[in-house]
Antibody
Framework: EVQLVESGGGLVQPGGSLRLSCAASGFTVSSNYMNWVRQAPGKGLEWVSVIYSGGSTYYADSVKGRFTISRDNSKNTLYLQMNSLRAEDTAVYYC???????????WGQGTLVAVSS | QSALTQPASVSGSPGQSITISCTGTSSDVGGYNYVSWYQQHPGKAPKVMIYDVSNRPSGVSNRFSGSKSGNTASLTISGLQAEDEADYYCSSYTSSSTLFGGGTKVTVL
């Protein structure tokens, strides 16, 4: 059974850093199309970043240069390193995996990041 | 890139059919067969209802169907039920990102 479990969220001051983790089971992270998606309170879904099975990475303009997506094959875990955090980064962050293509078929339960002084 | 365009709200009575549109461009919706639709109830994670334009995951009711014409994709919910009341989002793959629609609140009258 495919499972995605996010962790690492919390309260952080503006300008601070946080690393989110997405522990996967039932499949191999490195062989799949993996994304981070966020949702600010009361707002819609916003794509944040992707890492392809081949290792290529892409970012939304709103986080480019501040966030880094990566994976640890030995831990079968996806990460999102978030630096220079801003109030507008406050959101629930979800990891999502594709199935047989470039979709987001499987989702985790999300982890809340709050950026505030 | 701009978000995909969805109506803010759609409503219908139980048993009726409703359709939610999702309009993009030839660089996203029109250029790839990777349009998905997600249902989200308050406080819950999104759940995929349709992927790759018209594929329905196992376990999703066949009352949900998807299609695409040009730069516009559509989600149809037939035989509307109270449990269908939720927010619905479309998404489309692009060459270097994914775009989401702004979301549509479906209300069952």
């Amino acid at each position: 059974e495919v499972q995605l479990v996010e962790s690492g969220g919390g309260l952080v001051q503006p300008g601070g850093s946080l690393r989110l983790s997405c522990a996967a089971s039932g499949f191999t992270v490195s062989s799949n199309y993996m994304n981070w998606v966020r949702q600010a309170p009361g707002k819609g879904l916003e794509w944040v970043s992707v890492i392809y099975s081949g290792g290529s990475t892409y970012y939304a303009d709103s986080v480019k240069g501040r966030f880094t997506i990566s994976r640890d094959n030995s831990k079968n875990t996806l990460y999102l390193q978030m630096n220079s955090l801003r109030a507008e980064d406050t959101a629930v962050y979800y990891c999502a995996r594709g199935r047989d293509g470039y979709n987001m078929y499987y989702w985790g339960q999300g982890t809340l990041v709050a950026v505030s002084s | 890139q701009s978000a995909l365009t969805q109506p803010a709200s759609v409503s219908g009575s139980p048993g009726q059919s409703i359709t939610i549109s999702c309009t993009g461009t030839s660089s996203d919706v029109g250029g790839y067969n990777y349009v998905s639709w997600y249902q989200q109830h308050p406080g819950k994670a999104p759940k995929v209802m349709i992927y790759d334009v018209s594929n329905r995951p196992s376990g999703v009711s066949n009352r949900f169907s998807g299609s695409k014409s040009g730069n516009t994709a559509s989600l149809t919910i037939s035989g509307l039920q109270a449990e269908d009341e939720a927010d619905y989002y479309c998404s489309s793959y692009t060459s270097s990102s994914t775009l989401f629609g702004g979301g549509t609140k479906v209300t069952v009258l």
